[in-house]
């Protein structure tokens, strides 16, 4: 029976792959997979949290209004 995980080809350079083999030595990982994938999940949240980043740094450039303003309180 086979697997419901997709499969993605790499072809990467001597360099690289010296590393990743380094970093799965070093986080005591049991497969290189393990690892390049641990690395691109990381790389999709950062990727994330720099969207919304980015996001919340515009609305904070908008005009802004009061509490006092938005729920009609006088003072």
Do not use: P
């Not at 005591?28 to 690892?35: A, C, G, M």
């Not at 641990?38 to 005009?63: G, H, M, P, T, V």
């Amino acid at each position: 029976m086979g697997t419901v995980k997709k499969r993605v080809n790499l072809t990467i350079e001597d360099d690289l792959y010296s590393e990743l083999v380094a970093l799965k030595e070093l986080r005591n990982e049991s497969s290189l997979s393990s690892v390049i994938l641990d690395l691109a999940k990381e790389a999709l949240e950062i990727n994330e949290d720099l969207y919304f980043s980015k996001i919340a740094d515009q609305r904070l450039k908008e005009k802004r209004i009061s509490h006092d303003q938005l729920w009609g309180k006088k003072k």
